[in-house]
């Protein structure tokens, strides 16, 4: 399966919801401390030759001016798409669209670093960002203003995660150990979750149970969470060795989640199970830093890190194996 060598340490990875063969990815030099980013668009089909031959190169490449550490795909243009950057900015791009024509908007709000976007897949028509000033932002990508800033994070929000059912619901991760739900119509968040004892830096819901929400965090575990009974989780998942820096649940598979750690592993589980670990995949030898699943192909698998690989294959697959 296919396998491409990024320009830089990789942060973020996320499968098109229009085209099956198209991966975007964001990738910063000196990892992210210092220097260029680049925002690049995969063929998935074009990957490694047998042998190790290098795989074409990509069919968009952006460098920015500063790092990238997280980027989306627009879930009603095919062609669009955003990503967060260091300099406190979201930067908007049309994949279709010459490199000299982006980013086609610049969108410079934030104080400081812009750590993750997440479009929302049930409207359609809005993102969310969020950054290491403690706010998040809803952003139209006709607007050049954002629609709305939320407070109530006391340190570095991380990322923001929209409901798979609801299309005003979100929930944020955090450096000040909590989890919080929000919604749009509501300028402070509707439950604080105090989810681990350490700092949250991703979560994610469940596509099947709206009322289920994972986190991942510096202190090694996922906590799998039902909102509507939040004093303690449903699931506690240890097997990581290091912070988990991403989680994913399935687009395809009740239960079933994906994460990736500075442990260099990804990891699936099923978090139902009393044998909870699916899968174990220890083919990055730096730190993984993005992970993602296609919701067009059942199974397919992504995830980048900080030897400067990107990795798709199926479950259950070997992702070195070409």
């Known amino acids: ?35 260029n980013g680049h925002l690049i668009v995969l063929d998935l ?28 795909w627009s879930e009603s243009h095919e062609s669009l798409c955003a990503a967060a950057s260091g300099d406190g900015s979201v930067r908007l791009f049309d994949v279709a669209l010459p490199p000299a024509q982006n980013p086609v908007r610049l969108l410079r709000e934030h104080a400081r670093e812009v750590h993750g976007l997440d479009w ?32 109530g994070h006391e340190y570095c929000v991380y990322a923001a995660a929209w409901s798979a059912r609801h299309p005003d619901v979100f929930a944020s991760a955090s450096g000040d150990r909590t989890a919080r739900v929000w919604d749009v119509r509501e300028p402070a ?45 449903l699931a506690q998942l240890a097997g990581h060795g290091y912070a988990v820096k991403r989680v994913k649940f399935s687009p395809h598979r009740q239960g079933m989640l994906m994460s990736c750690s500075y442990d260099m592993t990804v990891c699936m589980w099923d978090y139902r199970k009393e044998d909870a670990l699916l899968a174990r995949y220890g083919h990055h030898t730096e730190f993984v830093a993005g992970i993602d699943m296609s919701v067009l192909v059942e199974g397919l698998l992504a995830s980048t890190g900080w030897d400067e690989m990107i990795y798709v294959w199926p479950f259950g697959s070997d992702p070195r194996a070409m």
């Open 45 to 72: 089909s074009a990957a490694s030759a047998p042998g190790g031959a290098p795989a074409p190169p990509p069919v968009f490449a952006f460098p920015t001016s500063d790092a990238l550490f997280d980027c989306a």
């Open 1 to 35: 399966m296919p396998a491409f060598k990024a320009p830089a340490p990789g942060f973020s990875v996320r499968f098109s919801p229009f085209h099956e063969q198209r991966l975007l990815a964001a990738a910063s030099q000196h990892f992210g401390l210092v220097g």
């Open 120 to 151: 929302n897949p049930v409207r359609r028509d809005a993102f969310l960002s969020a950054s290491w000033d403690d706010t998040l932002k809803l952003w139209s990508p006709d607007r050049p203003a954002s629609v709305r800033t939320f407070r």
């Open 189 to 233: 968040p509707t439950l604080v979750i105090p989810a681990h004892d350490h700092e949250v830096l991703s979560l994610d819901w469940d596509k099947y149970d709206p009322s289920i929400l994972a986190t991942g965090s510096v202190d090694k575990s996922i906590r799998v969470w039902d909102v509507r009974a939040p004093r303690a989780p």
